[in-house]
Each structure stands twice: as C-alpha cells, then as structure tokens.
C-alpha cells in the first residue's frame, strides 16, 4: 500500500472518531505502528504534540508551546525529500483534516526525520480554506 493511501485510511478513521488531541496522537501512533509492522509502511512515523511557530498562530491556537502537531519519522535514513513532500501534502491538501487540527489549537505542522533531524514545517492556515466557509 502506498503511503497516502495508508494516510487516506487513516485520516477518514480519526475524523469518524473523537478528535480530541491526546486520542488523536494515540490513534496515530498505533496505526503507524501495526503498519509498519505488518510491512504496509516501510517507514515508522510518530505522531506527537510539539512547540508551534509563533508566526502560525490563529485564533484558536493553544499556547504555542504546544499547539505543533509532528509527525516523525523514525527510520529516515536515505529518505528522499519527495517522501517528505508527499507526506505533507497529503496531510495539507485535506481541508477538513487541517481546520479540525486547528480547532484542537494545533497551528503548525511538523515532518521531521528522527536520524538526519531534517523538518519541513507549515502553517495549518494557510492551508484550510477558511475563506470558503464565511459568510458574505
């Protein structure tokens, strides 16, 4: 299974579910395990609640020590910056995953590489499509 198919499951299971944060993570987290164990994923991911970048804030994010959402890769040796890429674009090109994040008060998101400490961030607002949701 390819990745963003793995993440399409796994995104459409969390938002049928409670979105709290702390469930959030923990779901995650075993998802990507029981994947990667199963040989679906050949990369182990780990998700978990990190510092924000205090330019991302919005109006709903929590203190910005803790309103980063990451995703880490544990095993990114000769990882290719494509896979960075296309993990988070997936993740960004869901609107309503991205603006349920926000109304947890996460306002950045974080890939990173646990080995090479390599991160790509982004600003959950810039990507929800907000704009589409107010009312004229």
């Known amino acids: 299974m390819q990745i963003t198919e793995f993440f399409k499951n796994l995104i459409n299971t969390i938002l049928d579910g409670s979105l709290e944060r702390v469930r959030v ?6 998802s990507f395990r029981q994947a990667f164990m199963t040989g679906e994923l050949n990369r182990l991911c780990k998700t978990s609640i990190s510092y924000g970048d205090p330019d991302y804030r919005h109006p709903m994010s929590s203190y910005w020590m803790r309103s980063g959402f990451r995703i880490s890769i544990q095993n990114d040796s000769q990882m290719k910056d494509s896979e ?8 960004l090109q869901n609107n309503t995953f991205v603006r349920q994040l926000m109304a947890m008060g996460f306002d ?7 080995i090479s400490k390599k991160e790509k961030q982004y600003a ?5 499509d907000l704009d589409s949701y107010y009312l004229n």
Do not use: C
């Not at 959950?124 to 929800?128: D, E, I, Q, V």
């Open 25 to 30: 993570v923990n779901a995650m987290n075993e």
């Open 108 to 114: 950045t998101l974080k890939i990173s590489g646990a």
């Open 124 to 128: 959950l607002k810039n990507y929800a």
């Open 84 to 91: 960075y890429n296309e993990i988070s674009q997936y993740i």
